[in-house]
């Protein structure tokens, strides 16, 4: 069939598979480009891998750090007329690129909040790889069904304490507009930190543990971010914020937790990033629209593969100690929250326009990073040629 971007809000719903081949083969090339990661993982669990920080830190593992690698996550497969979601397409490519080099790479498709998905993770860590000595946390979930109560816990991006008012734009019209959102009620909170908070983390680090399949010194990252003034009461002090704040405490706990087998737990604290659940929060299009222009210009932007391949290399494994913020959070934000790229994107903030936008933001960038992660818009391919909508991931257990 000849697939085209159907798309409604925020969210596109159709995918392009030899697109979201091409942007893992691109990714693939830029992390063998930039050589091994010494030291860096041999053995990697990798929960929430199919797109974005999850997918980028299982190429960074296995072409990075010829790692073998088991990749967990809820994707939507291909039917006939119907294309897979865009999770389900990158997972299959990264296994054919994964075999074409000779690595394991297998993959759990289903809710990773569940026991069940906990229980055969475990199983197939337990079959083929033994142990394993690195796992990445990095799921994004709109909703949990809670493993113990049943309860099904819907997030929210919602301020704390008082309504917001600020600038937002609509990526796809170019129309900059004001935007309110009403506070969030105690319920929402709760529900957002029981979705997008560490709880889930927990459990999982606790299950491996207790089926003895992490390796002595064993190290797992979950991922969050911060931002800059401009965005923290949508973001950083509202009900996601409140759920990070809980990840990140959590990453303590975990640590405690890990001492018997010498882990440690980090959290990564990435730069703002086109993603869709970014794409679905007030304000940040505008803001990364903006931050892309400078970051752009100062030779300093990065997408999400170049952001985790520096923090293999230059966080994570170094043979050092790794480098932590005075909250106990590695940083690789560090570009984005440099002050005079700060200071540059709020003076731009106050002249945003729709007339201006243009040419003071990366608003172009922004689209073609956005239907990118759906297949769509990437150079080298031909989307008037009909493709072959039905695609297997090989190695799906």
Same mark, same amino acid.
């Given at each position: 069939? &000849? ?18 081949? =091409? ?22 669990? +990798? ?16 072409? %990075? ?59 197939? &860590? ?18 949990? +069904? ?14 704390? %304490? ?15 507009? *004001? ?13 957002? !930190? ?39 009461? +949508? ?17 303590? @706990? ?21 993603? =869709? ?44 100690? !790794?480098?932590?913020?005075?909250? %106990?959070?590695?940083?690789?934000? *560090? ?41 769509? @818009? !990437? ?10 909508? &039905? !695609?297997?991931?090989? %190695?799906? +257990?």
């Amino acid at each position: 069939m &000849i697939i085209t971007p159907k798309v409604r809000g925020f969210i596109c719903l159709t995918s392009h598979p030899k697109g979201c081949e =091409q942007n893992v083969v691109n990714q693939v090339n830029y992390v063998k480009s930039k050589g091994a990661v010494k030291g860096g993982p041999k053995k990697v669990l +990798v929960i929430g891998a199919s797109t974005g920080f999850g997918l980028a830190s299982r190429i960074t593992s296995a072409f %990075g750090s010829g790692a073998a690698t088991i990749g967990v996550f809820f994707e939507k497969p291909s039917e006939t007329g119907k294309p897979a979601s865009p999770g389900w397409y990158n997972s299959a490519a990264f296994e054919k690129l994964a075999a074409q080099d000779g690595l394991y790479a297998k993959s759990i498709n289903g809710d990773a909040f569940s026991d069940e998905i906990k229980n055969k993770t475990i199983d197939l &860590i337990k079959k083929d790889l033994g142990q394993i000595d690195l796992v990445i946390y990095s799921l994004a979930s709109p909703k949990r +069904v809670h493993p113990k109560t049943g309860v099904v816990h819907s997030s929210v991006l919602k301020p704390i %304490g008082t309504t917001f008012t600020n600038k937002t734009v609509n990526f796809h019209t170019g129309v900059v507009s *004001d935007v309110t959102i009403e506070p969030a009620n105690e319920e929402d909170i709760k529900n957002t !930190v029981a979705v997008m908070g560490g709880e889930d983390w927990a459990m999982w680090m606790d299950a491996l543990k207790n089926a003895g399949v992490l390796a002595d010194g064993a190290l797992t990252v979950a991922y969050s971010y911060i931002g800059p003034g401009l965005t923290e009461a +949508v973001y950083r002090k509202g009900t996601i914020g409140r759920a990070k704040d809980h990840l990140e405490a959590t990453a303590f @706990e975990i640590t405690d937790a890990l001492k018997s087998v010498n882990g440690k737990a980090y959290v990564s604290v990435n730069k703002a990033l086109v993603t =869709q659940a970014s794409s679905a929060i007030p304000v940040i299009p505008l803001y990364i629209s903006l931050l892309y222009k400078i970051m752009k210009k100062e030779g300093i932007h990065e997408g999400c593969i170049e952001q985790i391949q520096r923090l293999y290399s230059e966080r994570l494994y170094t043979g050092s100690a !790794v480098p932590l913020d005075d909250k %106990g959070r590695i940083r690789v934000d *560090d570009w984005e929250m440099r002050q005079d790229v700060q200071d540059k994107v709020a003076e731009l903030w106050n002249e945003a326009t729709t007339e201006k936008l243009p040419a003071i933001g990366d608003l172009a960038g922004y689209r073609t990073d956005f239907f990118n992660l759906f297949g769509f @818009e !990437v150079p080298g391919i031909n989307y008037e040629e009909e493709v072959n909508e &039905i !695609v297997e991931v090989p %190695g799906l +257990v």
